[in-house]
């Protein structure tokens, strides 16, 4: 963890060609570089940061214009010394630099991401307070042990109650398939010592098939006859020292299973030395981790693959949080999964949970803003305008919410509307390209065509070019 994120040095060269793009990595005394060429089209990309600790892969972020963070569309894959496109990109035409990378994007991935709240992908600089993750994502708050280091003044995960406990690991490596924030709240505000669910709630599959996933590590050891039988007290630190890194990683974790598994085993069975991860917990490809395995954490006696989840697989919270978020964090799961899906059953019941409580969240502008996108799929325009205007007024600060009343407005027709709620999203989050692009294509469908052009050759200047970007000749 305390190599998940770090400053670009000097790294490996090596060559992309994919899906139409070239990309060719070079460093250089003023920094580490990336070329894109797509074409006659080209530019230079100075690589701010590397993301991972380096194990499997290491990705690449660039800061374009004022504390914007994009992802490279390579990563470096260390099992086989060679560049390749990073997982996402895999399909993509024409890979380029201008995935944003959100708040979420980087929780687990550095220590304190700046971000600024209502924008899509911008950091206050120096972007990152803690660049890799740091003792207080596990331990919470320093400062009492700092003023007094002694046993107590700091929290220790195994201490806490399961809930608790598992909480700090959960914050990482249990995705699920969506993560609801509570009112007010934000996924950054979790602080070790309490429940995940008093900050958000994770949803997750009912029915837990489909395929093998890397960020699921804690669902797929609560899916093992090991942590089903050992009354909550099998954890992710039974078996794993965040602190230290086994030199000899067969015999320690062989050792950690014979602290459990002490009876004699079967004449059939290998020799009491032998690898138990090789049989028990094997490396398997990963479906979202690009060209690498990940360890299989279900701890199967017979290792077996299963069939892929239905898109109308049921989901539910892995913890449910307090009553009265209940209904609130299930309907938003619904629609936000319903939406992922292009399920409208999904939208129709999520809706449908967030109108039974629609009384206790009057101010809450992300309950509004759901209810919104559940009419707007519906079509349901005049209605999701009202919801969006709503949260627009209890958060009139929101780029992204400015989009979601632009997105009502064209659905709507009035793209007169549309195009200011669109540059009032602009004027919050200046490089939020999505919004910009559709800004653009709507000047141009209604024959404005010089300021399609100044905001054509202000995106491009944005993202083809930055401020050192004239130190790479």
Same mark, same amino acid.
Not at 226 to 234: I, V
Not at 425 to 444: E, F, H, M, R, V
């Given at each position: 963890?305390?190599?998940?994120?770090?400053?670009?040095?000097?790294?490996?060269?090596?060559?992309?060609?994919?899906?139409?793009?070239?990309?060719?990595?070079?460093?250089?005394?003023?920094?580490?570089?990336?070329?894109?060429?797509?074409?006659?089209?080209?530019?230079?990309?100075?690589?701010?940061?590397?993301?991972?600790?380096?194990?499997?892969?290491?990705?690449?972020?660039?800061?374009?214009?004022?504390?914007?963070?994009?992802?490279?569309?390579?990563?470096?894959?260390?099992?086989?010394?060679?560049?390749?496109?990073?997982?996402?990109?895999?399909?993509?035409?024409?890979?380029?630099?201008?995935?944003?990378?959100?708040?979420?994007?980087?929780?687990?991935?550095?220590?304190?991401?700046?971000?600024?709240?209502?924008?899509?992908?911008?950091?206050?600089?120096?972007?990152?307070?803690?660049?890799?993750?740091?003792?207080?994502?596990?331990?919470?708050?320093?400062?009492?042990?700092?003023?007094?280091?002694?046993?107590?003044?700091?929290?220790?995960?195994?201490?806490?109650?399961?809930?608790?406990?598992?909480?700090?690991?959960?914050?990482?490596?249990?995705?699920?398939?969506?993560?609801?924030?509570?009112?007010?709240?934000?996924?950054?505000?979790?602080?070790?010592?309490?429940?995940?669910?008093?900050?958000?709630?994770?949803?997750?599959?009912?029915?837990?098939?489909?395929?093998?996933?890397?960020?699921?590590?804690?669902?797929?050891?609560?899916?093992?006859?090991?942590?089903?039988?050992?009354?909550?007290?099998?954890?992710?630190?039974?078996?794993?020292?965040?602190?230290?890194?086994?030199?000899?990683?067969?015999?320690?974790?062989? #050792?950690? =299973? !014979?602290? @459990? *598994?002490?009876?004699?085993? %079967? $004449? +059939?069975?290998?020799?009491?030395? #032998?690898? =138990? !991860?090789? @049989? *028990?917990?094997?490396?398997? %490809? $990963? +479906?979202?981790?690009?060209?690498?395995?990940?360890?299989?954490?279900?701890?199967?006696?017979?290792?077996?693959?299963?069939?892929?989840?239905?898109?109308?697989?049921?989901?539910?919270?892995?913890?449910?949080?307090?009553?009265?978020?209940?209904?609130?964090?299930?309907?938003?799961?619904?629609?936000?999964?319903?939406?992922?899906?292009?399920?409208?059953?999904?939208?129709?019941?999520?809706?449908?949970?967030?109108?039974?409580?629609?009384?206790?969240?009057?101010?809450?502008?992300?309950?509004?803003?759901?209810?919104?996108?559940?009419?707007?799929?519906?079509?349901?325009?005049?209605?999701?305008?009202?919801?969006?205007?709503?949260?627009?007024?209890?958060?009139?600060?929101?780029?992204?919410?400015?989009?979601?009343?632009?997105?009502?407005?064209?659905?709507?027709?009035?793209?007169?509307?549309?195009?200011?709620?669109?540059?009032?999203?602009?004027?919050?989050?200046?490089?939020?390209?999505?919004?910009?692009?559709?800004?653009?294509?709507?000047?141009?469908?209604?024959?404005?065509?010089?300021?399609?052009?100044?905001?054509?050759?202000?995106?491009?200047?944005?993202?083809?070019?930055?401020?050192?970007?004239?130190?790479?000749?």
């Amino acid at each position: 963890m305390a190599h998940s994120l770090r400053r670009a040095e000097h790294e490996p060269d090596g060559t992309v060609t994919a899906n139409g793009a070239t990309i060719t990595m070079h460093s250089l005394p003023t920094g580490y570089w990336q070329h894109w060429q797509d074409g006659s089209e080209q530019a230079d990309y100075r690589v701010g940061y590397v993301i991972g600790s380096g194990n499997h892969a290491s990705g690449y972020l660039v800061n374009l214009g004022s504390g914007y963070i994009f992802q490279s569309p390579v990563a470096y894959y260390h099992s086989r010394q060679s560049y390749a496109l990073a997982p996402g990109f895999e399909h993509q035409q024409d890979p380029d630099f201008t995935r944003p990378i959100s708040e979420e994007c980087l929780l687990c991935h550095s220590g304190t991401a700046l971000h600024v709240p209502g924008t899509l992908n911008q950091y206050r600089e120096p972007i990152f307070a803690h660049q890799a993750i740091t003792c207080e994502r596990c331990h919470g708050p320093s400062e009492r042990h700092i003023e007094k280091p002694v046993p107590g003044s700091i929290v220790n995960p195994a201490k806490l109650v399961p809930p608790a406990r598992d909480s700090i690991c959960e914050q990482c490596h249990l995705f699920g398939v969506a993560r609801v924030a509570n009112p007010g709240k934000s996924l950054s505000d979790f602080v070790p010592g309490q429940r995940l669910e008093d900050t958000f709630t994770i949803y997750h599959n009912a029915n837990p098939t489909g395929a093998f996933k890397v960020i699921s590590q804690v669902e797929q050891l609560a899916l093992s006859r090991c942590a089903r039988q050992s009354g909550g007290r099998l954890w992710c630190g039974t078996c794993h020292d965040p602190h230290d890194k086994p030199l000899e990683p067969v015999q320690y974790y062989r #050792s950690r =299973c !014979l602290t @459990c *598994h002490t009876a004699t085993f %079967p $004449a +059939s069975h290998l020799a009491r030395e #032998s690898n =138990c !991860l090789e @049989c *028990h917990m094997p490396r398997r %490809p $990963a +479906s979202d981790g690009g060209h690498t395995a990940f360890t299989d954490h279900r701890i199967q006696r017979r290792p077996e693959t299963r069939p892929d989840s239905s898109e109308n697989t049921e989901i539910a919270a892995w913890r449910e949080p307090s009553p009265e978020l209940q209904t609130r964090n299930l309907g938003i799961a619904h629609i936000e999964v319903g939406l992922q899906r292009r399920s409208p059953t999904f939208i129709g019941q999520g809706y449908r949970e967030l109108t039974e409580v629609q009384q206790q969240f009057a101010n809450d502008s992300q309950f509004f803003k759901w209810i919104g996108e559940a009419l707007l799929a519906a079509k349901q325009t005049s209605e999701a305008r009202i919801a969006f205007d709503r949260a627009l007024q209890l958060d009139p600060k929101s780029a992204v919410i400015e989009t979601k009343v632009a997105a009502a407005d064209l659905q709507a027709g009035d793209k007169a509307d549309a195009m200011a709620h669109l540059q009032r999203a602009i004027a919050l989050d200046p490089l939020d390209l999505p919004t910009s692009s559709t800004l653009l294509g709507l000047y141009q469908s209604e024959g404005r065509l010089t300021v399609a052009s100044e905001l054509a050759s202000k995106i491009a200047a944005a993202v083809r070019q930055q401020p050192e970007a004239a130190l790479c000749s």
